[in-house]
């Protein structure tokens, strides 16, 4: 394996990690929204898995390996304060962040160098459009809300 295949390495023992911080808590403590924040830990559970998908699957001309309801539940600006009807299921949210890096593995192992069907700029500007950018950048963004589980957990937990 190359040092750029490397990458799935680290998807897959990050993702290890956060799924890690959530095993064990009750369905109540991660649908427990802390005061002055919108969303719970469930929501970035999911929200993790939503952004995985669209840059690894999405952007790569892939099709997506998430329900259709995950886009409406953890889309960037999406909140359980807003969600109506049937609500994602914790479970079922770990089952499918758990079987994610292994499909990146399997689908894009030796295509890290290819374009991405469009260039992806983020929030605050950054540009990119290889494969193997977005995944690294998934990391840093699998990271940030690693750390927002870990303080909610805490805060819930005391």
């Known amino acids: 394996m190359s040092t750029n295949e490397a990458i799935f390495d680290q998807i897959e023992f990050i993702r290890s990690q956060t799924l890690k911080m959530v095993q064990g808590l009750t369905e109540e403590e991660v649908r427990t929204i802390p005061d ?3 969303n719970h830990i469930l929501w970035n559970l999911g929200h993790i898995a939503f952004v995985q998908d669209r840059f690894a699957f999405l952007l790569a001309g892939l099709p997506s390996g998430l329900p259709e309801q995950y886009r409406e539940w953890f889309a960037n600006g999406t909140s359980p304060l807003e969600w109506t009807g049937q609500e994602p299921d914790f479970a079922e949210v770990c089952r499918i962040a758990g079987e994610q890096p292994s499909e990146i593995r399997r689908l894009l192992s030796g295509r890290l160098n290819e374009p991405t069907v469009q260039p992806f700029t983020t929030s605050s500007g950054f ?17 940030m809300h690693f750390g927002i589980i870990k303080q909610f957990k805490k805060t819930i937990q005391g």
């Open 36 to 38: 002055g924040f919108r």
């Open 127 to 143: 540009t990119m459009d290889r494969i193997g950018s977005l995944l690294s950048f998934s990391l840093y963004h699998e990271g």
